[in-house]
């Protein structure tokens, strides 16, 4: 017979989502999934699984992981040094036309 299925909300501030999707199995299972949740109007990830819930040290380690990542991330193709995570990056914009 399978485990039950516990399904429980995690604050996503701080978490990045590559992150929590790639290491979720390593903490809750192998059977464990997680997907992009809104709780009560706060963002966050759904996990859904039959192992342990997250402790509060693996969510730490979930955010540390997912600085360095977004750090990376954001110096991908960047010859400086100077690390801006949230570094506006120019897309293509589409221009109004007057009626």
Known sequence: MAAAQNSYFVPGFGISRAVIQNEIRYHCGPDAIVRPYTHQ???GFLVTT?????T?????DLKDA????????AMRGEGDNDI??????PVGQ?????A
């Open 56 to 60: 509060k040290a693996q969510i730490e």
């Open 84 to 89: 801006f995570v949230n570094k506006p990056i």
């Open 41 to 43: 109007g706060r963002d």
């Open 94 to 98: 589409r221009l109004r036309r007057s």
């Open 66 to 73: 997912s600085r360095d990542y977004e750090e990376k991330q």
């Open 50 to 54: 039959a192992g342990p819930p997250l």
